[in-house]
């Protein structure tokens, strides 16, 4: 299943506070924590309680998604491990994703994003997987692959599920939002 969510994912990161992290309460309310949580504590209290270990397969966010996991206290018990697949070789090497697809639909589309999320899965034995791709400027943007554009994969029980995103802002805006769409991904999947 694709979602193509390209109106700018403004609605989530509108209703954060403190830093784009924390969650307001009714967000919160639905997977029981107060709306003090932050959305990577919430995918690891969620991953905890279902104990379901998480692996993560980062191209436009350079480990981001990661070291954020990696802030929450008891994310050993979870996170197995990481991949950083910036070039194409990583992505075809460590992940498995195909030279022919690579080279039919390129490195920022559905296609390597969900080849990313079921090749990282299974390299490191998980339970789930986020994977993602994009162009995080604030070169590299053509008229039909934006600076912005992020693809993302969450593989869980046999199931990928892509979305499309562009984001506004600068680089580091860029990838912040994929993190914060991307840790959300992880949430509703499992949930």
Avoid: W
Wanted: aromatic letters at 6%; hydrophobic letters at 35%.
């Amino acid at each position: 299943m694709t979602v193509d969510k390209t109106s700018v994912g403004t609605d989530l990161l509108n209703k954060t506070t403190d830093n784009n992290t924390a969650y307001p309460a009714q967000e919160c309310a639905g997977v029981g924590l107060s709306c003090n949580y932050k959305p990577e504590e919430i995918v690891v209290d969620l991953l905890l309680k279902k104990q379901l270990t998480i692996t993560t397969a980062e191209s436009c966010t350079g480990g981001l998604i990661g070291a954020t996991l990696v802030n929450v206290p008891g994310v050993s018990s979870v996170f197995k491990e990481g991949y950083i697949t910036y070039a194409n070789e990583s992505k075809q090497k460590l992940l498995g994703v195909s030279k022919d697809t690579l080279a039919k639909y390129g490195a920022v589309s559905e296609q390597t994003a969900r080849e990313m999320a079921k090749g990282a899965i299974q390299a490191a034995n998980a339970d789930v997987s986020i994977a993602v791709t994009g162009i995080a400027g604030p070169d590299g943007g053509t008229p039909k692959k934006p600076v912005g554009l992020v693809y993302m994969a969450c593989n869980y029980n046999g199931e990928t599920v892509v979305e499309k995103h562009i984001f506004e802002g600068d680089r580091l805006q860029v990838r912040t939002g994929t993190v914060l769409y991307a840790l959300d991904l992880v949430r509703r999947a499992i949930s």
